[in-house]
């Protein structure tokens, strides 16, 4: 990967050629997290897209902070991440869909199955990132709240459920 930077006034811009699905993806105004090899993060605005010939992404980044780091060194390194979601990790094969189009999982509990309803954060090809619903978003969907179960970390949930 080739990278550059340009330093004006208090501005930072860094252009970046990537090779990712993500980068692909990327759109002018788009929010994205940079990590520096001092571990500092830095969220910063995507100013600039354009495709190569090669299939890859010039991506240029607009960073107001953390400059004075980025002009002591000549060369710099750094991690992109393009989006974060804090749930439960499981894996798509988990996740069912009901008659009314909400998620949910199969949860095992006390020789029990339980059909709890969850909201999906994130998917990707393998995984998904989950979470529970709060009390005005199930009202706002019809569920009484009262009767709601909720997934935590520590449950067991069916790999393969079936539909029911």
């Given at each position: 990967?080739?990278?550059?930077?340009?330093?004006?006034?208090?501005?930072?811009?860094?252009?970046?050629?990537?090779?990712?699905?993500?980068?692909?993806?990327?759109?002018?105004?788009?929010?994205?997290?940079?990590?520096?090899?001092?571990?500092?993060?830095?969220?910063?605005?995507?100013?600039?897209?354009?495709?190569?010939?090669?299939?890859?992404?010039?991506?240029?980044?607009?960073?107001?902070?953390?400059?004075?780091?980025?002009?002591?060194?000549?060369?710099?390194?750094?991690?992109?991440?393009?989006?974060?979601?804090?749930?439960?990790?499981?894996?798509?094969?988990?996740?069912?869909?009901?008659?009314?189009?909400?998620k949910y999982?199969?949860?095992?509990?006390?020789?029990?199955d339980?059909?709890?309803?969850?909201?999906?954060?994130?998917?990707?090809?393998?995984?998904?990132?989950?979470?529970?619903?709060?009390?005005?978003?199930?009202?706002?969907?019809g569920i009484?709240?009262?009767?709601?179960?909720?997934?935590?970390?520590?449950?067991?949930?069916?790999?393969?459920?079936?539909?029911?």
């Open positions: 990967m080739k990278h550059g930077k340009i330093i004006d006034n208090f501005n930072c811009y860094i252009a970046t050629i990537l090779n990712s699905e993500a980068a692909g993806n990327a759109a002018v105004g788009d929010k994205v997290t940079i990590t520096l090899s001092s571990g500092n993060e830095i969220t910063t605005d995507v100013k600039y897209v354009a495709g190569q010939d090669d299939g890859k992404v010039l991506i240029v980044l607009d960073l107001k902070t953390l400059t004075e780091e980025l002009i002591q060194y000549r060369k710099i390194s750094f991690n992109i991440t393009w989006w974060s979601f804090s749930g439960l990790k499981v894996p798509n094969t988990s996740i069912l869909e009901d008659e009314n189009g909400l999982v199969i949860r095992k509990k006390s020789g029990e339980q059909k709890v309803i969850v909201k999906l954060l994130k998917k990707n090809d393998k995984y998904s990132v989950i979470s529970t619903y709060s009390n005005e978003e199930l009202e706002a969907l009484d709240a009262k009767d709601y179960k909720k997934i935590s970390q520590y449950d067991n949930i069916l790999m393969y459920p079936e539909r029911k």
